[in-house]
């Protein structure tokens, strides 16, 4: 079992360091999480993924998320919903993983990272790629 993990993580990995995104990847020694950090790359989140349902259309990159007016969301929740209405590919953001802000989203930690499970069969891990464009 170690050892198909293994495979599926160094598999994962690959796949995500060819992504169309400039994120930073962490290759934690066990568990069955890849860490992204997204902290480089989020800017890039259209604006509409910052907030609930028909709140926003406005599909251009967020830039400097700090200076949104009100967001429902934190980078990496956002970010996470940009993969998988966009992409199809599901991740988890990290926030809820930290003590909840009482104060919004932008008082949140862990906002900068993201994890992908490696517990997916591999048909699952190489669709990955191909979601991304990148065959």
Request: hydrophobic share 35%; proline share 7%.
């Given at each position: 079992?170690?050892?198909?993990?293994?495979?599926?993580?160094?598999?994962?990995?690959?796949i995500l360091k060819k992504a169309p995104f400039d994120w930073k990847l962490l290759n934690p020694e066990g568990g069955y999480f890849l860490i992204v950090d997204?902290?480089?790359?989020?800017?890039?989140?259209?604006?509409?993924?910052?907030?609930?349902?028909?709140?926003?259309?406005?599909?251009?990159?967020?830039?400097?998320?700090?200076?949104?007016?009100?967001?429902?969301?934190?980078?990496?929740?956002?970010?996470?919903?940009?993969?998988?209405?966009?992409?199809?590919?599901?991740?988890?953001?990290?926030?809820?993983?930290?003590?909840?802000?009482?104060?919004?989203?932008?008082?949140?930690?862990?906002?900068?990272?993201?994890?992908?499970?490696?517990?997916?069969?591999?048909?699952?891990?190489?669709?990955?790629?191909?979601?991304?464009?990148?065959?």
């Amino acid at each position: 079992m170690r050892e198909t993990f293994q495979q599926r993580k160094t598999l994962l990995y690959e796949i995500l360091k060819k992504a169309p995104f400039d994120w930073k990847l962490l290759n934690p020694e066990g568990g069955y999480f890849l860490i992204v950090d997204i902290s480089s790359c989020m800017s890039q989140t259209p604006k509409k993924y910052f907030y609930k349902e028909g709140a926003s259309e406005i599909n251009e990159p967020v830039g400097d998320w700090l200076k949104l007016e009100n967001p429902d969301y934190t980078p990496d929740y956002a970010f996470v919903r940009w993969l998988l209405f966009e992409y199809g590919v599901g991740a988890i953001p990290m926030f809820p993983f930290y003590e909840p802000s009482t104060t919004g989203p932008r008082n949140q930690k862990g906002t900068s990272f993201i994890r992908f499970t490696i517990c997916k069969e591999e048909e699952t891990i190489l669709a990955v790629g191909k979601k991304f464009n990148m065959n």
